[in-house]
């Protein structure tokens, strides 16, 4: 029996309640697989606890947290109670850093039994790879002078050992699909980052004969997400490019509640972090209609890291079948609620076994 110890951390509104949804598929995944076992250990870091303590987690929070072997993380954020940057670098990013979670991966495609909300998407199924621990997140700036005259510096940073780092993973990515990697890129207007940028995945490149690549400029690339989505297979990106394209996946899949991602310390030092894209949407909380499938996927790409392909894959078609039999939460137009969502999942899941 393999074991692994898995910190849960559910985060705010919506995901202490989507997040016990998924443990209930992993749950049965690891059943279903005989030789998985998996230890899960809670802790209540979100907003009302910085509103208790005046921090999003504890001092010895980093630390704690080293133990684990993944750590799955629910929504963070209740702007109503805390603005959005104490609670995103209290907590998220504070882990991302702490633990060098390098590397941010998104998934989109067009999954059996969901319409794309684009008239002809044609079986897209793209993955971003998202440098994640620095770029135009860096904490490098600051504000001077007041009223009129005040003025605010934010500095983005790139190096190259973390720009090629990302372009490395990401075309050992593409050799397992199709590939083709595509750098998004805006060399046409930031003037020092991004030709450094082009310049280093040029030179990644050359140790990848066999790849198609392709770099494009963001705006552009923004609208072939949106016209030709089809056409991408693994997309590398800046930690805020990255971002912004991830979130534009999840809505041509047709909800942003359907995406997962996951934070990978590849060195495999540190555990690393899987949350779902989407926030926490309080104007949903407590309803039982929260979608609970990209909570669900990312424990998927938890199982993936950690070994278990042919057992996500499982969960994977197990969402599948269920959304192709129509039972959906109102985001995608149904009517189901988040509990008879992650019932019908976890039968289709024990159909396919």
């Not at 998934?107 to 440098?131: C, H, M, Q, T, W």
Request: glycine share 10%.
């Amino acid at each position: 029996m393999n074991k692994y110890e898995i910190a849960v951390i559910p985060g705010d509104g919506i995901g202490n309640e989507v997040v016990p949804e998924a443990m209930r598929v992993l749950e049965a995944a690891a059943e279903i697989h005989g030789g998985l076992s998996l230890q899960w250990s809670q802790f209540s870091w979100n907003c009302e606890y910085y509103l208790k303590h005046g921090q999003m987690m504890p001092d010895d929070g980093i630390d704690t947290l080293r133990s684990f072997n993944q750590i799955f993380l629910g929504a963070v954020g209740m702007p109503g109670l805390v603005p959005d940057h104490i609670s995103l670098w209290g907590l998220l990013i504070k882990i991302r850093r702490g633990f060098q979670q390098s590397i941010n991966v998104r998934p989109a495609k067009l999954l059996r039994g969901l319409e794309s909300p684009l008239k002809n998407p044609k079986d897209f199924d793209l993955i971003v790879v998202r440098e994640n621990s620095e770029g135009e997140y860096s904490e490098v700036g600051g504000r001077i002078h007041q009223g009129s005259d005040q003025i605010a510096i934010q500095n983005a940073v790139f190096t190259r050992k973390s720009t090629e780092r990302a372009m490395r993973y990401a075309f050992d990515l593409a050799a397992e699909r199709r590939g083709h990697v595509t750098s998004a890129t805006k060399s046409n207007g930031i003037s020092h980052s991004m030709p450094f940028w082009d310049e280093v995945f040029k030179e990644v490149a050359v140790d990848y004969p066999e790849m198609n690549t392709t770099s494009t400029h963001i705006d552009a690339l923004a609208a072939f997400f949106v016209m030709k989505p089809h056409i991408f297979d693994v997309i590398v990106a800046s930690n805020l490019f990255g971002d912004i394209l991830t979130d534009l996946g999840g809505a041509i899949m047709g909800s942003i509640g359907i995406a997962p991602a996951a934070n990978l310390n590849i060195e495999r030092k540190y555990p690393s972090m899987f949350e779902p894209v989407h926030g926490s949407a309080p104007d949903i909380m407590g309803q039982g209609v929260a979608n609970p499938i990209g909570q669900i996927w990312t424990g998927k790409m938890m199982l993936d890291f950690m070994g278990y392909r042919e057992l996500g894959e499982l969960i994977l078609g197990a969402i599948e079948d269920t959304l192709q039999a129509g039972v959906r939460t109102p985001d995608l137009g149904g009517r189901a609620k988040m509990m008879e969502v992650t019932d019908t999942i976890i039968a289709n899941l024990k159909k396919r076994a």
